[in-house]
């Protein structure tokens, strides 16, 4: 167990729609990334936060966005989803910011279908 | 273009024997490199982590090493065991002046079997 917890666990929905992930960090880690892993693309970076602060973007699409509390914990909002959005979303939580060498812990995802 | 590339693709090895995965970056700026254990469907594990001074990092049985100058990695697996079949994943960090321009790129990893 990593520490870091995200929910809904399985998301099924239906193209168009939109979807909320949410993931608590690791106690005292001020930073929060979230990853999509696809079949056919693999792991992608897509946003990372820091104490509340935008501090990186990778390929994260304008329907996506993401943001982080004051209680630190994170949502990554998908919108007018589509077939390819289909992935396992991981976050991760690291003490430090985005240059830091601490270790990301990963949680155990969530798996979002399209259909 | 920035890239992390892991070879080879798949391995098979027996339980006990040593292998080497190997990870060429064309990343740059260039902050830090990770390795990470990923076991299907779950997310992946903190291996290793070195920055740009860093030449080997250890950590039990794997032992990473880094040559900043060629933009090679790679990551030795001693003794192997049953339970070190998974994916090995190389990763980069490249930092920006602004947040659109700094990366986490990602190889497309190495699927390591272990057979008794």
């Known amino acids: 167990d990593s520490g870091v917890t995200q929910t809904p666990k399985h998301l099924i929905t239906a193209t168009g729609q939109r979807v909320t992930l949410r993931c608590s960090p690791r106690s005292g880690d001020l930073s929060v990334y979230w990853y999509q892993q696809s079949l056919d693309q693999g792991l992608q970076f897509l946003i990372q936060?820091?104490?509340?602060?935008?501090?990186a973007k990778g390929n994260i699409l304008e329907r996506f966005s993401a943001q982080q509390f004051p209680d630190l914990h994170s949502e990554l909002n998908l919108s007018s989803l589509e077939l390819g959005d289909s992935a396992l979303y991981f976050c991760a939580s690291s003490s430090g910011g985005f240059t830091s060498t601490d270790t990301q812990y990963f949680g155990p995802g969530t798996r979002l279908t399209v259909l | 273009k920035n890239q992390v590339e892991q070879s080879p693709q798949s391995l098979i090895i027996l339980e006990g024997k040593n292998c080497t995965l190997q990870c060429n970056y064309t990343v740059s700026p260039f902050s830090n490199l990770r390795w990470y254990k990923q076991d299907t469907g779950r997310g992946p594990v903190s291996l290793t982590i070195?920055?740009?001074?860093?030449n080997t990092k250890s950590n039990g049985r794997y032992t990473a090493t880094l040559d900043a100058d060629t933009k090679q990695s790679s990551l030795h697996i001693t003794a192997s065991q049953l339970s070190d079949s998974a994916s090995y994943i190389c990763v980069v960090t490249s930092p920006g002046e602004y947040s659109s321009a700094s990366k986490i790129i990602f190889g497309s990893g190495t699927r390591l079997s272990i057979r008794p």
């Open positions: 070195m920055t740009f001074s860093e």
């Open positions: 936060y820091y104490n509340g602060e935008e501090r």
